[in-house]
Protein backbone atom coordinates (compact mmCIF):
# COMPACT_ATOMS: atom_id res chain seq x y z
CA UNK A 1 0.00 0.00 0.00
CA UNK A 2 1.90 2.57 0.78
CA UNK A 3 4.72 3.84 3.20
CA UNK A 4 4.41 3.23 7.34
CA UNK A 5 2.81 6.77 7.30
CA UNK A 6 0.34 6.40 4.91
CA UNK A 7 -3.27 5.56 5.97
CA UNK A 8 -5.11 2.90 3.69
CA UNK A 9 -7.45 4.26 1.01
CA UNK A 10 -11.13 4.02 2.73
CA UNK A 11 -9.91 6.14 4.80
CA UNK A 12 -8.73 8.68 2.47
CA UNK A 13 -11.96 8.39 0.30
CA UNK A 14 -14.37 8.57 3.49
CA UNK A 15 -12.42 11.86 4.34
CA UNK A 16 -10.72 11.43 7.47
CA UNK A 17 -7.54 13.30 6.45
CA UNK A 18 -6.13 15.86 4.22
CA UNK A 19 -7.80 15.84 0.68
CA UNK A 20 -11.07 14.31 2.22
CA UNK A 21 -13.95 15.52 2.44
CA UNK A 22 -13.46 16.76 6.35
CA UNK A 23 -10.70 18.53 5.38
CA UNK A 24 -12.65 20.90 2.82
CA UNK A 25 -15.38 21.08 5.34
CA UNK A 26 -13.39 22.64 7.74
CA UNK A 27 -11.65 24.71 4.81
CA UNK A 28 -14.96 26.20 3.96
CA UNK A 29 -15.80 26.63 7.77
CA UNK A 30 -12.37 29.06 7.98
CA UNK A 31 -13.39 30.76 4.96
CA UNK A 32 -17.02 31.83 6.29
CA UNK A 33 -15.66 32.85 9.69
CA UNK A 34 -13.05 34.60 7.68
CA UNK A 35 -15.69 36.39 5.51
CA UNK A 36 -18.01 37.01 8.63
CA UNK A 37 -14.83 39.03 10.23
CA UNK A 38 -14.21 41.02 7.16
CA UNK A 39 -17.88 41.82 6.80
CA UNK A 40 -18.53 45.48 7.82
CA UNK A 41 -21.39 46.11 10.38
CA UNK A 42 -25.05 46.37 9.12
CA UNK A 43 -26.25 49.41 8.92
CA UNK A 44 -29.57 50.44 11.96
CA UNK A 45 -32.47 48.94 10.05
CA UNK A 46 -34.55 51.77 12.62
CA UNK A 47 -34.37 55.18 11.67
CA UNK A 48 -33.05 57.57 14.39
CA UNK A 49 -36.45 59.85 14.26
CA UNK A 50 -37.75 56.34 15.00
CA UNK A 51 -35.74 55.04 17.68
CA UNK A 52 -35.73 58.40 19.86
CA UNK A 53 -40.02 57.73 19.70
CA UNK A 54 -40.50 61.43 19.35
CA UNK A 55 -38.40 62.47 22.07
CA UNK A 56 -37.80 66.55 21.67
CA UNK A 57 -34.43 67.71 23.49
CA UNK A 58 -35.71 70.08 26.13
CA UNK A 59 -34.63 73.84 25.30
CA UNK A 60 -32.89 74.25 29.27
CA UNK A 61 -30.72 71.50 28.95
CA UNK A 62 -28.15 71.45 26.94
CA UNK A 63 -26.44 68.00 26.27
CA UNK A 64 -23.36 67.71 24.14
CA UNK A 65 -21.22 65.28 23.20
CA UNK A 66 -18.89 65.69 25.70
CA UNK A 67 -21.64 66.52 28.63
CA UNK A 68 -21.21 64.09 31.43
CA UNK A 69 -23.67 62.07 32.79
CA UNK A 70 -24.13 60.75 36.04
CA UNK A 71 -27.04 58.26 37.83
CA UNK A 72 -29.52 59.96 40.41
CA UNK A 73 -29.57 57.20 43.27
CA UNK A 74 -33.08 55.84 43.15
CA UNK A 75 -33.77 56.89 39.89
CA UNK A 76 -37.32 55.69 39.06
CA UNK A 77 -37.51 53.54 35.40
CA UNK A 78 -41.16 53.78 34.85
CA UNK A 79 -42.77 55.15 32.03
CA UNK A 80 -39.09 54.64 30.61
CA UNK A 81 -38.55 52.53 26.97
CA UNK A 82 -36.39 50.01 26.71
CA UNK A 83 -33.31 52.03 25.13
CA UNK A 84 -33.57 54.53 28.24
CA UNK A 85 -33.34 52.21 30.57
CA UNK A 86 -30.47 50.15 28.86
CA UNK A 87 -28.78 53.99 28.89
CA UNK A 88 -29.58 54.52 32.89
CA UNK A 89 -28.66 50.78 33.90
CA UNK A 90 -25.37 51.45 31.89
CA UNK A 91 -24.52 54.87 34.08
CA UNK A 92 -25.68 53.32 36.59
CA UNK A 93 -23.12 50.41 36.51
CA UNK A 94 -20.11 52.32 34.72
CA UNK A 95 -20.16 55.86 36.80
CA UNK A 96 -19.84 58.97 35.09
CA UNK A 97 -19.54 58.63 31.21
CA UNK A 98 -19.70 61.47 28.58
CA UNK A 99 -22.68 61.29 25.95
CA UNK A 100 -20.67 59.71 23.43
CA UNK A 101 -19.05 57.30 25.45
CA UNK A 102 -22.45 56.35 26.43
CA UNK A 103 -23.21 55.81 22.37
CA UNK A 104 -20.64 53.67 21.44
CA UNK A 105 -21.46 51.40 24.30
CA UNK A 106 -24.87 51.25 23.63
CA UNK A 107 -24.29 50.88 19.82
CA UNK A 108 -27.07 54.21 19.58
CA UNK A 109 -26.26 56.84 17.24
CA UNK A 110 -24.89 59.70 18.84
CA UNK A 111 -28.56 61.99 18.08
CA UNK A 112 -30.83 59.12 19.87
CA UNK A 113 -28.38 58.97 22.62
CA UNK A 114 -28.27 62.77 22.82
CA UNK A 115 -31.70 63.30 23.75
CA UNK A 116 -32.55 60.06 25.84
CA UNK A 117 -30.15 61.46 27.62
CA UNK A 118 -31.66 65.31 28.06
CA UNK A 119 -35.17 63.45 28.48
CA UNK A 120 -33.66 61.31 31.67
CA UNK A 121 -32.05 64.75 32.89
CA UNK A 122 -35.13 66.91 32.17
CA UNK A 123 -37.05 63.81 34.39
CA UNK A 124 -34.41 63.85 36.99
CA UNK A 125 -33.01 60.34 36.68
CA UNK A 126 -29.72 61.78 35.56
CA UNK A 127 -27.32 64.58 36.26
CA UNK A 128 -25.57 66.33 33.51
CA UNK A 129 -21.96 68.78 34.15
CA UNK A 130 -20.10 69.38 31.82
CA UNK A 131 -16.59 68.35 31.46
CA UNK A 132 -13.77 70.04 33.07
CA UNK A 133 -12.33 73.14 30.98
CA UNK A 134 -8.41 72.73 29.89
CA UNK A 135 -6.96 75.57 32.32
CA UNK A 136 -8.54 73.29 35.37
CA UNK A 137 -6.76 70.12 33.82
CA UNK A 138 -3.05 69.56 35.27
CA UNK A 139 -0.44 70.48 33.01
CA UNK A 140 0.62 67.81 30.88
CA UNK A 141 4.48 68.37 31.81
CA UNK A 142 3.94 67.88 35.69
CA UNK A 143 2.04 64.45 34.43
CA UNK A 144 4.84 64.08 32.52
CA UNK A 145 7.33 63.84 35.56
CA UNK A 146 5.55 61.84 37.32
CA UNK A 147 4.83 59.14 34.88
CA UNK A 148 8.55 59.07 34.17
CA UNK A 149 8.79 58.96 38.23
CA UNK A 150 6.63 56.03 38.62
CA UNK A 151 8.23 54.32 35.55
CA UNK A 152 11.57 54.62 37.71
CA UNK A 153 10.83 53.11 40.74
Given at each position: ????????R???L???????Q?G?????G???????R????????????V????????????????????????????????A????????E???TL????????L??P??VV?M??????????????????????????????????????
Amino acid sequence: MGGPGSRPRADRLRGAGPGGQAGRGAERGREEQDRRRMTPPRRRLVPDYVATAGLEVPTRIGVERTTLLHAEPGARTEGLDAAARRLLSLVEDEGTLSVYECAAQLGLPYAVVRMMAAALAASGAVMTREPPAPAQLPDPALLDVVLHGLRAL
